[in-house]
């Protein structure tokens, strides 16, 4: 089937290890462009994080942040938003405690931290240019919250609180991990494979068509939901092989190979 979008992740995919887009990325989009093909990305990061990038690629479609509670236009203008229930938050945020990872909660008013000196909170505040509050009222930040965060250096932990939670009855929330130290909590249908479907329909492209590119168990989501996926060289085996293809890694350039190899079939850029 010809490919007429591509839709990618961010971290460890579209970026490198310094969280930099390369010139060799940023011109394969570029050629993306000019061939015709639309192109988007579909992230964890909240939208204003994604500002940037959406400046620096040039891209006029929607974009999905949040692993796709968020929806927004190229000016973060929202066009679709999926909020967790309240009950789901408080459930959630008490298994997430139980286990001992710290709390993040995103919604309209803000980015909300339980604290403000744990773990990654201020990489995560250079990144997407988001001042961290302290959550002292989970009442209040329940209402509206379109994502939570358990966050742990201990990785285990991490990745035996996302079992926990994805197994917990009564919750109607998709709990996977973002990173190998972030468990992304959303509404059961927010989630970047039915950001897919929401692109499919506001550009009128078939999902057959749509190309989609990521290393993380998030990526699979929306693997799932195109007709042709790839999986970075750094993602673990299990999401390579839910792709179609697998590139190098983000430390390889292996957005900008993929475009050539796999999209634009340019012989001539691939090396």
Not at 167 to 189: E, F, K, P, V, W
Not at 242 to 261: L, P
């Amino acid at each position: 089937m010809p490919i007429r979008l591509v839709v990618s992740d961010v971290d460890g995919t579209l970026i490198n290890g310094a969280k930099k887009l390369t010139d060799a990325t940023i011109a394969a989009v570029k050629r993306l462009h000019e061939a015709g093909l639309h192109f988007t990305i579909s992230s964890a990061r909240p939208a204003a994080g994604l500002r940037d990038f959406i400046s620096a690629l040039a891209i006029t479609s929607p974009v999905s942040s949040f692993n796709g509670a968020l929806i927004v236009l190229p000016d973060l203008t929202p066009i679709r938003s999926i909020p967790l229930q309240p009950e789901d938050v408080f459930a959630s945020a008490e298994t997430v405690k139980q286990f001992g990872l710290d709390l993040w909660i995103y919604n309209a008013r803000g980015w909300f931290v339980s604290r403000l000196d744990g773990p990654h909170v201020a990489h995560e505040s250079t990144v997407t240019g988001i001042e961290p509050q302290q959550l002292e009222n989970l009442q209040i930040c329940a209402e509206g919250s379109l994502k939570m965060v358990g966050v742990s250096d201990d990785h285990a932990v991490v990745a035996a609180c996302e079992v926990h939670l994805q197994h917990q009855s009564g919750l109607h929330i998709s709990a996977i991990r973002s990173q190998d130290y972030y468990l992304d909590i959303t509404n059961m249908n927010a989630n970047k494979g039915n950001a897919v479907l929401e692109f499919s329909d506001v550009l009128g492209i078939p999902a057959s068509e749509i190309l989609t590119i990521g290393d993380m168990p998030t990526d699979v989501l929306m693997f799932r939901k195109s007709g042709t996926s790839i999986a970075m060289g750094n993602a673990d085996e299990q999401v390579k092989a839910e792709a179609t293809f697998v590139t190098r890694s983000n430390h390889e350039d292996g957005f900008a190979y993929a475009m050539s190899k796999f999209v634009l079939r340019e012989e001539s850029q691939v090396a």
